[in-house]
């Protein structure tokens, strides 16, 4: 196992609990333990799911992996046992999400191109392989989804999958490459939010 495996599963853990602990915050319904668990593993596992379909890779990893099923037990675990902890920290979700995308990404894109894409549809898998969880997650706690809201998202994905593509193209150390790639991602958003930026708003003529 290289050290690609552990960021998968290290990216598995924390969109697990970006999902749970969202649902577990939503005031507007009743969240039972079964729901939020439901919650953080359909945000887990979407992504790379789709992922997988698209490029035929199957049995898709959650079903062919049982430790990506342990890294969502593990990822439920941590939102049981500090939920208290994790909602008072105001940027726990975030915190959580914007990590899972970073490593989503790299990981999808890495995925991509081992399965032989192009390059250009293997961004395009990375990123979705980092938001598509999202989507879900927020619409099914009754959520705008991330990619349709002002801030920079889906862009900070395409940007960590880009730098990863041209990595690899020179041949830089895979794990190295992984961790350069998804802080970028990791570091666009959070400057992103920081500062408040967005993309311009595009608008049909009248």
Excluded: Q
């Excluded at 999202?134 to 889906?154: H, K, Q």
């Excluded at 958003?189 to 920081?194: K, L, N, S, T, Y």
């Amino acid at each position: 196992m290289d050290l690609s495996y552990f960021f998968n599963l290290a990216g598995v853990t924390v969109f697990a609990v970006s999902g749970a602990l969202a649902a577990a915050e939503k005031k507007t319904y009743h969240a039972d333990a079964f729901s939020v668990f439901f919650t953080g593993f359909i945000t887990a596992i979407g992504g790379g799911t789709l992922r997988d379909i698209t490029l035929g890779n199957y049995p898709v990893s959650w079903v062919s992996d049982s430790n990506v099923l342990w890294a969502i037990f593990v990822g439920f675990a941590i939102t049981f046992v500090f939920p208290k902890l994790l909602i008072r920290m105001k940027t726990g979700i975030f915190f959580f999400d914007t990590v899972g995308i970073g490593i989503y990404t790299v990981i999808g894109t890495r995925i991509s191109l081992l399965s032989g894409v192009n390059p250009f549809a293997a961004a395009i898998l990375g990123m979705v392989s980092a938001v598509f969880g999202g989507v879900i997650r927020d619409t099914l706690i009754n959520e705008v989804p991330m990619i349709f809201r002002r801030e920079i998202y889906a862009t900070a994905c395409l940007a960590g999958a880009i730098l990863y593509i041209v990595l690899d193209r020179y041949e830089v150390d895979g794990s190295l490459n992984t961790a350069v790639s998804a802080f970028l991602v990791i570091l666009v958003r959070m400057i992103a939010v920081r500062f408040n930026l967005s993309l311009p708003k595009f608008r049909l003529p009248e």
